[in-house]
């Protein structure tokens, strides 16, 4: 359930990172719904669509329920509000 407010489209304005979206299936957290997210330590995620994958995201403050940003190895994306 806490893993509910992560949930959503996350954007950046670098055209060369564009967005995100966090989905989940089964339980476990998805990056544009393909790329698994593993917890790690400190509240960082790590993507395991590779097994050496370096990415990781963090999410950042929530409000209402949802989290606003996320930090995508040390790159801010802001949620994308489409209600």
């Known amino acids: 359930k806490e893993w509910n407010s992560y949930l959503g489209h996350y ?3 670098n055209p060369w990172l564009g967005s995100i979206r ?3 299936r089964k339980g476990k957290l998805l ?3 393909v ?3 593993q917890p790690g330590e400190g509240g960082v995620f790590h993507l395991r669509d590779e097994e050496h994958n ?3 995201i963090r ?3 929530t409000v209402n329920g949802k989290v606003m940003r996320i930090k995508f190895s040390g790159e801010d994306f802001w ?3 489409a209600e």
Do not use: I, K, Q
Request: hydrophobic share 40%; charged share 30%.
């Open 31 to 33: 990056t544009d719904g």
């Open 11 to 13: 954007r950046n304005e």
């Open 59 to 61: 999410f950042g403050e």
């Open 54 to 56: 370096p990415e990781w």
């Open 79 to 81: 949620r994308v509000m």
């Open 22 to 24: 966090v989905t989940m």
């Open 35 to 37: 790329a698994p997210l």
